[in-house]
């Protein structure tokens, strides 16, 4: 029996060498076809390690990397062929595709890279760290009160761009001897400037509510997962009503590790499909698509589970409900948003309509949730956080080229002296 199981495993691992090989082939060829990068032009990179079931991470950061590109050149260093072949489809900067250590150091020889940044932690990112003279910068691909959020991981960048006070009072909570006033920079939710799209259907006088729960988890303490616990329940009960509108959007690894888990999300599909057969008028999503936006900006009432969408949603102001873990081992930081947000139990996922009524009439759950707003991501006047990321890049650029003339000899002794000094000022 053993024998057996480890011909099919080497058999998987086979194919999985020749289906990675074949598409490394192809991002080569495509490159190929397009004009070779010019040396020496690029000063940002952003270092994307991923395939692409994690595309979810670079996209929402398309549009901000779009306008910061009108001020720096940016380019996309792709360690994965899945990922580098999505990133040459999609709206992505354009494309190096660096799979190995000789590749990326090639590549870096050419240019003058200045910062890099970092959407996630995957650990070939250390494969990127060694690289000196230049700063590494963390921007995540989201903002949350997940464990993630505070990982020990933020003491291997030089800086890292966060939201807002609270994502500041979260590091300061949880790392011991991380200067965060000295390596943090608060930069708002640039993404929150592009909350934008072609809508899927015409606007009537349904309520919308979108539904964006997370994927199950792979361990306990990150069971945040609604779809089996509360989505059938609640997508069933806003479809039956005749006057809302359902956007489901679920996490794109929904089902990868709990088999129940994916039954529920593909019966959710079914219902949405079943009440558009029914009432074409209705126009219930299921959205599945690469653009994340419209979604957020068009529903009258967000349920969503602890995740990145929570304050994707809440930097747009508009009402909201977290799906509240059924798994009481799932860790719930309750220090911030979370300890005042409006959940949304198991039990009370029954009740959907009265719920969502009450989350859009009550002056309290308004107010609670504007404060809230104002904690995570200050000003979120139009344009003002895509203002403090340009910012941000722009000090840091100030910081290297000091560093550099430091290096070369250009500042003097006492010039040196003086930018000891005011260092921890600089940012």
């Not at 086979?14 to 690029?42: D, G, I, M």
């Not at 996630?120 to 690289?131: C, I």
């Not at 933020?154 to 909570?173: I, T």
């Amino acid at each position: 029996m053993s024998g057996v199981s480890d011909v099919k495993k080497a058999y998987r691992l086979l194919r999985k060498a020749l289906r990675s090989r074949k598409a490394v082939q192809r991002v080569r060829r495509t490159l190929a076809s397009r004009p070779v990068h010019p040396e020496q032009h690029y000063k940002i990179a952003v270092y994307f390690a991923d395939g692409a079931v994690n595309m979810y991470q670079m996209r929402q950061w398309y549009r901000p990397l779009a306008e910061l590109q009108k001020l720096w050149p940016v380019v996309v260093l792709a360690r994965n062929a899945s990922g580098a072949e999505k990133l040459i489809e999609e709206d992505a900067p354009p494309v190096a595709f660096v799979p190995t250590v000789r590749d990326l150091e090639r590549f870096i020889a050419k240019q003058d890279i200045r910062i890099v940044l970092y959407v996630n932690q995957n650990t070939r990112n250390f494969q990127m760290f060694r690289y000196g003279r230049r700063w590494h910068v963390f921007i995540n691909h989201g903002e949350s009160d997940k464990m993630y959020m505070t990982t020990n991981q933020y003491k291997a960048y030089d800086y890292a761009f966060v939201a807002g006070q609270a994502a500041r009072d979260r590091l300061s909570r949880t790392l011991w001897h991380y200067n965060v006033d000295a390596r943090t920079i608060d930069i708002g939710r640039p993404q929150a400037d592009h909350y934008s799209g072609i809508l899927p259907y015409t606007p009537d006088d349904r309520i919308v509510v979108l539904y964006a729960p997370t994927w199950e988890g792979d361990r306990p303490s990150a069971h945040y997962g609604s779809i089996a616990t509360h989505g059938e329940t609640l997508v069933k009960g806003l479809l039956a009503t005749g006057r809302h509108r359902v956007v489901y959007r679920p996490h794109p690894r929904s089902g990868v590790v709990d088999d129940e888990y994916g039954a529920a999300h593909r019966r959710i599909i079914t219902a949405i499909a079943e009440a558009n057969a029914n009432d074409t008028t209705a126009n219930h999503i299921y959205d599945d698509g690469p653009e994340l936006g419209w979604q957020l900006a068009a529903a009258d009432v967000a349920i969503v589970d602890i995740s990145a969408m929570v304050y994707d949603r809440l930097a747009s102001g508009k009402p909201l409900m977290i799906t509240r873990p059924l798994d009481e081992r799932a860790s719930i930081d309750t220090a911030g948003y979370l300890s005042d947000c409006e959940w949304l139990t198991a039990d009370t996922a029954a009740d959907i309509v009265a719920e969502v009524d009450r989350v859009r009439a009550d002056d309290e759950a308004i107010a609670k949730l504007r404060m809230w707003v104002q904690h995570y991501f200050g000003d979120t006047a139009p344009g003002v956080a895509t203002a403090k990321f340009h910012a941000a890049i722009e000090q840091l650029m100030a910081l290297w080229e000091r560093w550099r003339d430091r290096e070369i000899g250009a500042i003097t002794p006492d010039e040196d002296d003086d930018d000891e000094e005011d260092k921890d000022d600089e940012l």
